[in-house]
Structures are given as C-alpha cells and as structure tokens.
C-alpha cells in the first residue's frame, strides 16, 4: 500500500502510527510526505518525499494527481484545513486515477471553516454552542468574551478580552472575526473515526490538560459517556469520512459546550491510537476490504504527555568517528548468493533446476516453494530450505556469519550485529534497535556516525531519524533496488551518494 500525506509538517507521530500498524498487520506500506521545501521534519520519517507546490497554487492539483499517479497511490490523507476542501472539490479526479482521498464531502467542510455555520450545525445537532456574532458592536454575550477569525484554525489570532475596548482593538486587527460569550471550564478533544461511508469505528474523549498554540501538549484519556452520545449523534448527520476532531468545553454546572469540529487528523489525535483507538491500523485494513469493528479496549484514564525533539534536515560538517556499513548488496552482491543457493538446491534434486529457480525468483514468486509444487514434493520443504541457507543464505542468522567469513570482515571490523540475533525479524531496518546498539558500545553521539546502505526503502530510514549522517551506495546491480527507485532518492535531503 502507498499512502501520500499532504501538509505532513510535524505529524511525527501519526507517520509512527501508521507505520507501527504496518508492523501490527504485517502489511507492506509505504508513506509519501509532500511538502513545498522539503524540510517538514516529518518528512525524515515518511519513506519518499515529494516536492509540491503550495496549495494555493494553480497547478497544486494537478502535481498532486501526477504523483498520485507515478507512486501508484493508493490513499491521500490531508492533514492541514487549508487542503481540505481543494481536494474534496477535486475528490473524483484522484478516484479516477486509482487513488481515494480520506476527505469529507464539500459542504460539510465548509460547515467546519466557518464557525457561523459550525455553531448552527451544532444547535441542530441538539448540542448547546455559544452564540458568534459577525459584528462586535452587536455583541450582547458578556465578559469575558472570546474573539477568532471565524475561518481559523490552531488557536491563530484567538484571544480572550474582558471589556468592551479590548473588543474593540482586536476587532481591528483581525479580519473575518466572530465573537463569543467565553465559557469557563474544562476542555475536551474528541477523536472520532469513521469508515468510508461515515461509520464509526471510534469515538475517544480526551482532557486537554495543558495546550500550547492551540496543540495539545498533555491530556487524558476520559470516555466520557455522555460526549461519546453527544458524538454520535454529531456523526449521524455529518457522516464524516475517516477522522474528525471535535473540541468543546464542559462548564462548570456540567454543561458541554461545542466550539468547532476539524474534518482531519488533529495533532494529539495519535494519543488517542497510543490508547487504543487503531485509527491507522483501521485504514491499512479498510484499504484492504477487511472489516473493521467498532473500538472498544481504550486505556480509560490514560494520561499523555507530549514532546520536542529536533531532527537533522540537512548535513553539517560535524566530524565523523564512526562508519556502519550494510552488508547484503553493500559489501557482499546478494545476487551471487541467491544464485549460489539455487545451484546447491538444483545439484540436490539432481543437477537441472537453477535456471527455472531463477526464473521463478525473477517474477517475484518464491522460487523454491514453486519448484517444490511442480515436482510434488512439498513434504521436502525444510530439507531442501536447509541445503539453501546453510551453503548461500537467505539472510538469516547462520547465513549471514558465512557472508562475513567469506568476506574475512570478521578480523577486520570493530563490531558486527546481525539483527535477527538480537530476537527475531522484527529487529531488522528499518528498525533502529541496532543502530542504538552500536552507538551505545563506541560511545558516540549519532551526529559523529555514518552509515553506509544500498537500499533507499529500509537501509537509510533508522539513521536519518536517529540524527546520523546517511550514504546511499547507487548499486545498480543490486538484488532489490531497481534504476527506477534509486532515481527517486535523488531529490530526498540529507543524503549524499557514492
């Protein structure tokens, strides 16, 4: 599965949820990031980066469905308010090319980027919504009021005035204002998940313990019974298409007041699949044609506490005192393994089957599991993978201590891990374990450490995140790099080539 994500920003967390339910499903996905200047500190996390125009742009669409196209995109998630309704408008044009858009339909966007119209949605949901007005000298709500651009987003140009003349001078400054009565209390996200027809699949009520330009830093998980009714009665007329985060106010006599409604992804929305809500987990499967059920194992009164971390874009001239090589296609041509291996398991079954092993290798089937069923004898299975792997291995622990001893590497390189040692397949890049690993016995900070790998889709992904300096080693002849993808990396930042 190829999925694009658009505005991706510092979405860091909902590409580690997405990438985290690949793992889960054990599903093959791949993550595509767009963004204008190639330096969304997200985008280190996303396996291809794609350079796009701004969305305001004329031809915005148009790349969009270019790349849509080229990468075989099979699902595009927005995830910033200003995309929403561009690519809603546009929706079918992805549907033609073979490419679904997690977007709700346009009228119900605009009920979101206007809060007239949201508050109005509200009332006729049977849900209590402070009253806006368009005009603060008809404003008759009391003090302390609240005052936003009535199209905003992320707490920009939202304050909280006590009188009149502070009404007034904000009035002034912001363009496209509504005011409100302000409403004391506590605030509440709540993520909501639907399936593509506006089913839901989840419903998480969180506190907003603490915020921070409209993003919430630490929160906890509530399940509030009544918000979750309140919810779905909300979903019943929206029918939302995928996630939404609604945001409210419960006051102090108990009563929830809701302010707004964003049709996408919220920043904290991966809190709530950390406590059990799969919204990623749910689309891998939806995407699949699974069925999904409804969420029910939420970690009740979970409490999330959020973070900075920085992230290297572009490479400096830091001194490097440690290199880490690849070894399958860097050092050692993985290809000539393979082909080493048939020539074992054909001499086994008497002599004349290298070249048809190979053929089925080259069309992407498993080579001797096809050979195995066209001679009948698939009860030799294990014998004939065991003549494979202990002559020219596949890969695995025994396979790759023989790689090493043919290339004599064991004498001359400082340490060696060989990932499925350390418990199995799922130590193996892109995960990082390794590479903490090492850095952990040298003693070095990972700025001062490179690493050298063959294969753009899972050798430099660890590296990158982790703050090392990364080397693709353009190997044409490699057994699962094709011209094509090496082509493509030609444009990643933070990565130079040999």
Not at 49 to 70: D, F, H, K
Not at 114 to 128: E, R, S
Request: negative net charge; glycine residues 8%; charged residues 25%.
């Amino acid at each position: 599965m190829n999925i694009l994500f658009t505005g991706v920003g510092r979405r860091i967390e909902l590409i580690q949820a997405f990438r985290n339910a690949s793992l889960v499903l054990n599903k093959e996905v791949k993550l595509y990031g767009a963004d204008m200047e190639g330096t969304a500190p997200a985008l280190v996390y996303c396996d291809y980066t794609r350079q796009i125009v701004g969305m305001e742009a004329p031809s915005y669409i148009e790349e969009l469905l270019n790349i849509c196209l080229t990468d075989h995109i099979d699902l595009l998630i927005p995830t910033i308010d200003t995309d929403l309704i561009i690519l809603s408008l546009n929706k079918q044009k992805f549907e033609n090319i073979g490419t679904r858009v997690m977007v709700c339909e346009p009228e119900m966007i605009q009920i979101c980027r206007d809060k007239n119209n949201t508050f109005q949605f509200f009332i006729n949901c049977g849900l209590h919504s402070p009253a806006p007005v368009d005009n603060w000298k008809n404003y008759t709500g009391g003090f302390p009021a609240f005052i936003k651009p009535k199209d905003g987003s992320s707490s920009i140009n939202a304050f909280k005035v006590t009188n009149i003349k502070e009404l007034e001078v904000f009035a002034g400054q912001i363009e496209n204002y509504i005011v409100q009565p302000f409403i004391k209390g506590k605030e509440y996200t709540i993520d909501i998940f639907c399936n593509w027809s506006g089913e839901i699949i989840s419903i998480v009520p969180r506190e907003r313990i603490q915020v921070r330009a409209g993003e919430v830093l630490k929160t906890k998980i509530t399940l509030d019974q009544t918000m979750i009714n309140e919810s779905k009665k909300l979903c019943k007329v929206f029918k939302p298409c995928g996630p939404i985060t609604v945001q409210l106010i419960r006051d102090e006599q108990g009563v929830d007041w809701y302010i707004e409604i964003n049709p996408r992804f919220g920043g904290g929305a991966p809190l709530s699949m950390k406590a059990g809500a799969g919204s990623a987990e749910a689309i891998l499967k939806l995407l699949d044609n699974e069925s999904v059920e409804y969420y029910t194992n939420i970690a009740y009164g979970a409490i999330y506490s959020r973070f900075d971390q920085s992230i290297c874009i572009e490479d400096g001239n830091n001194t490097i005192k440690g290199v880490v090589f690849d070894l399958d296609d860097t050092l050692y041509s993985e290809k000539e393994y393979v082909k080493s291996g048939f020539r074992a398991v054909s001499k086994f079954l008497d002599g004349r089957f290298e070249e048809k092993l190979w053929a089925y290798f080259e069309e992407g089937k498993p080579a001797i599991d096809e050979l195995l069923k066209e001679l009948g004898r698939e009860s030799e299975k294990e014998d004939i993978l065991n003549v494979y792997r202990s002559h020219k291995p596949d890969g695995r622990s025994e396979g790759q201590r023989n790689k090493l001893k043919a290339l004599n590497l064991i004498t001359l390189i400082d340490d060696i891990i060989i990932t499925d040692e350390l418990g199995g397949i799922q130590f193996r890049k892109p995960c990082d374990i390794a590479f903490r690993i090492i850095a952990t016995r040298w003693k070095l900070p990972f700025h001062q450490i490179v690493y050298i790998g063959d294969n753009p889709n899972k050798d430099l992904q660890a590296p990158r995140q982790l703050g090392m300096k990364s080397i693709l080693l353009e190997n044409n002849d490699g057994l699962y790099i094709s011209s094509k993808n090496t082509k493509t990396t030609h444009n990643r930042k933070g990565l130079k080539f040999l």
